[in-house]
């Protein structure tokens, strides 16, 4: 049976938090950071009810020491009235576990700190009054999120021999891969802008995407799998409709890839078409040279793209210094943001900055009529996702 919330550090005047009265799986640990004694035990006992083990304390200055002392899935915190108090607990947090997930909890939304807060990695920044349900389902999504990327950098970083049989299986994926085409549309004049170009591959043992990139990082084949989508992107070019850009998905080590820029490579020889995706950016900190790097990328005719704005890490100081053309935002932005005003101010800042540094914003994760017609009232107009159409062979119409 699970435990009921855990206070570490008892707030001011606050008694000990409630427990069920009914047994409960647990879903895991949650810590809450919230100087109001009412507000910390209210949170508490949502999140338990759910089946979260729930630690407390109403001191930021406590955080580095407990999140030392034992491993959460999350971390739920009050952004306080400038934002200070949670912005503080978000570096630390993101200092001590870069995959640790931040939900900021504000009864006075600020466009500034909210900005901030995307900046500095918070998964979400939701607005006061949030249900217990709405911020369960958040934490439950934050932790789940948490839980397979620290499971995916165990596997990658684990100095075990690789599994039995997993080079041949790689080798066999990218024998029998293919690339499906997701469109990206222009809403205002309902018009194709471009195709993302995602990875598939028939091999039956090994058909999705991440399983390809896993075994590829556990053999240290990522440069040879870089080179196997460049190559089969550039393959399908020829039958993409006139006009349309390719969007191509690369990890900051392929920004040192000779084919790249070598004029006789399939790639470059369309670079003019392509935009080069930027995926991973916690690893453009190891990348020598980097704007030398993306100036080249420039000069041979490629536009540069951001991916997962609002996803993790520091994306708009990695806007500043890569100056893309193109910004996604993350579809953790986008779902539901037809019903969060919150988020659509949010979105709408970051559209409207983005627009003064001369850089377009693509949405990405679009599935319903009602966000699409939030981003476009929030100025996004290039959307991508299953509303318009999923990804496929060749070169899909989308629906409008």
């Not at 759910?50 to 580095?64: I, K, L, N, R, W």
């Not at 739920?76 to 630390?92: K, T, Y």
Request: hydrophobic content about 45%; charged content about 25%; aromatic content about 4%.
């Amino acid at each position: 049976m699970a435990r009921g919330p855990h206070r570490i550090d008892e707030p001011a005047g606050g008694g000990p938090a409630a427990r069920p009265a009914r047994p409960r799986t647990t879903a895991g640990a949650v810590l809450v950071v919230d100087p109001d004694p009412a507000a910390l035990q209210a949170c508490a006992r949502d999140l338990s009810l759910a089946g979260f083990e729930v630690a407390c304390t109403a001191s930021g200055e406590a955080v580095p020491r407990l999140l030392g002392a034992r491993r959460f899935a999350a971390v739920v915190a009050d952004a306080g009235g400038d934002g200070a108090d949670g912005l503080a607990v978000l570096r630390s947090a993101r200092a001590r576990d870069p995959d640790l997930p931040v939900i900021l909890v504000t009864g006075a939304a600020q466009i500034s700190t909210a900005v901030r807060a995307v900046e500095l990695g918070a998964y979400r920044y939701l607005v006061r009054p949030v249900g217990g349900q709405a911020l369960a389902a958040a934490v439950a999504e934050a932790a789940g999120a948490c839980e397979e990327a620290r499971a995916v950098a165990e596997r990658a970083d684990c100095p075990r021999p690789p599994p039995p049989g997993l080079a041949e299986r790689l080798s066999r994926a990218l024998g029998n891969r293919w690339i499906a085409h997701q469109p990206i549309v222009r809403w205002s004049d309902r018009s194709v802008y471009g195709y993302e170009g995602l990875l598939r591959s028939a091999e039956p043992l090994m058909v999705r995407p991440d399983e390809m990139l896993l075994a590829a990082r556990v053999l240290g084949r990522l440069p040879e799998l870089g080179r196997v989508v460049r190559e089969t992107v550039a393959a399908t070019a020829e039958e993409a409709p006139p006009g349309t850009l390719l969007f191509v998905n690369i990890h900051p080590w392929d920004l040192h890839a000779e084919d790249l820029t070598d004029p006789r490579a399939p790639l470059a020889r369309i670079a003019s078409r392509v935009v080069l995706e930027i995926t991973e950016r916690s690893s453009l900190a190891d990348v020598l040279g980097l704007r030398d790097r993306v100036a080249s990328l420039r000069r041979a005719g490629y536009r540069i793209a951001v991916d997962d704005l609002g996803a993790g890490y520091a994306g708009l100081a990695w806007i500043a210094e890569l100056e893309p053309d193109l910004v996604k935002l993350d579809r953790s932005l986008v779902r539901g943001i037809h019903l969060d005003p919150a988020r659509t101010r949010l979105v709408r800042a970051m559209v409207g900055l983005c627009r003064e540094l001369g850089i377009q914003t693509v949405a990405e994760g679009v599935e319903e009529a009602g966000e699409r017609d939030a981003l476009a009232g929030a100025g996004c107009d290039l959307l991508q996702g299953w509303l318009f159409g999923r990804p496929r062979r060749g070169f899909p119409t989308p629906r409008f």
